[in-house]
Nanobody, 125 residues
């Protein structure tokens, strides 16, 4: 059984930086795609960024392109989201997700098989 555990959320001022992590366990993730999503109060869960575990190919939502960087560290089975130039509208619960048997990245929540419990990121103005 795949387990995903996020960490690193917190309170940060606008224009600040924060890195959240997702520790994955339970499988060999070579053929997996991984993603970050976020959900603000009263809003639907939205795509943030995705990466393929095998070759590190990445894809970003337009709202975060140029500010956020997704990466993975194979040895540690951990995925990261480095968030720079944060804005109050980035405030949300951030979730990591994994999809098995993936040849590319995916942006729809329905494409993912496993989810973490989420970590809160709050950006103060």
């Amino acid at each position: 059984q795949v387990q995903l555990v996020e960490s690193g959320g917190g309170l940060v001022p606008a224009r600040g930086s924060l890195r959240v992590s997702c520790a994955a366990s339970g499988r060999t993730f070579t053929s997996y795609a991984m993603g970050w999503f976020r959900q603000a109060p009263g809003k639907e869960r939205e795509f943030v960024a995705a990466i393929t575990w095998r070759d590190g190919s990445t894809y970003y939502a337009q709202a975060v392109k140029g500010r956020f960087t997704i990466s993975r560290e194979k040895v540690k089975n951990t995925m990261y989201l480095q968030m720079n130039s944060l804005k109050p509208e980035d405030t949300a619960v951030y979730y990591c997700a994994a999809r098995r048997d993936a040849s590319t990245w995916y942006a729809a929540p329905s494409e993912y098989d496993y989810w973490g419990q989420g970590t809160q990121v709050t950006v103060s103005s």
